[in-house]
């Protein structure tokens, strides 16, 4: 089946910073989607992204298909967006299953 | 709008008892999906309906697993007899089109703890 790799798994960063994160995946895709799990155990849609760039207030995010990877931005980090982040994947080819990657940690400190 | 609704939250049972999930999709939404998350596995996909049919329930881990969906705006997963390893967090998820290609909306889980 699909491959998908997030990086880094953990990030601590300073409130204010700005970090970008990583979804590496092995095959081209139908549908990609970036979540954010928050410390209560939510799951928060942020992006569908299958491919192009998206922008929403303080994260956006960048798919380039044909190369096999997506970005997520996080600009001016808030102690709110400490948590998990995941990234999703449905291949193009085989069953109807979306694909999450093991996610990344991120922790910011005020 | 309301969102995927899962109900309960918590449950707390004992092993050999039978556990019933709840949830209801968003309205409109032709798919559904129940997730399952441990720290060890990470989120596991159990099994999805499109317009009320099952359509792949491979993910299912047993026989002691099943879940059904009587009409479009309710579906149901049950444990019977529930055992300690199917402790976890257990997600609804809906999508206004068929299959995987389209945007997934969670409920917020319901954390199950068999003891």
């Known amino acids: 089946g699909i491959q998908v790799e997030q990086s880094p798994p953990d990030l601590i960063l300073q409130e204010g910073a700005n970090s970008t994160l990583r979804c590496n995946f092995s095959d081209s895709v139908n549908n990609l989607q970036w979540f954010h799990q928050n410390p209560w155990g939510q799951l928060i849609n942020l992006f569908y992204i299958p491919s192009g760039t998206k922008q929403n207030g303080r994260l956006s995010a960048t798919t380039v298909a044909t190369e096999r990877y997506s970005l997520l931005y996080i600009s001016s980090s808030q102690t709110t967006d400490s948590g998990v982040y995941f990234c999703a994947v449905d291949p193009n080819f085989g069953n109807e299953k979306l694909t999450f990657g093991t996610g990344t940690r991120l922790t910011i400190i005020p | 709008d309301a969102g995927v609704i899962q109900s309960p939250r918590h449950e707390v049972t004992e092993m050999g008892q039978e556990v019933t999930l709840r949830c209801k999709p968003i309205?409109?939404?032709?798919?559904l999906f129940w997730y399952r998350q441990t720290m060890m596995r990470g989120l596991e996909l159990l099994i999805y309906?499109?317009?009320?049919?099952?359509?792949?329930d491979s993910g299912m881990p047993e026989d002691r697993f099943s879940a059904k969906m009587p009409n479009a705006s309710f579906s149901t997963l049950k444990i019977q007899p529930s055992e300690p390893r199917d402790s976890a967090v257990y997600f609804c998820?809906?999508?206004?089109?068929?299959?995987?290609?389209?945007?997934?909306?969670f409920g917020e889980g319901s954390r199950l703890t068999v003891l």
């Open positions: 309906f499109n317009n009320n049919v099952p359509i792949d």
């Open positions: 998820a809906s999508s206004p089109t068929g299959g995987a290609d389209g945007e997934l909306f």
């Open positions: 309205s409109g939404h032709n798919s």
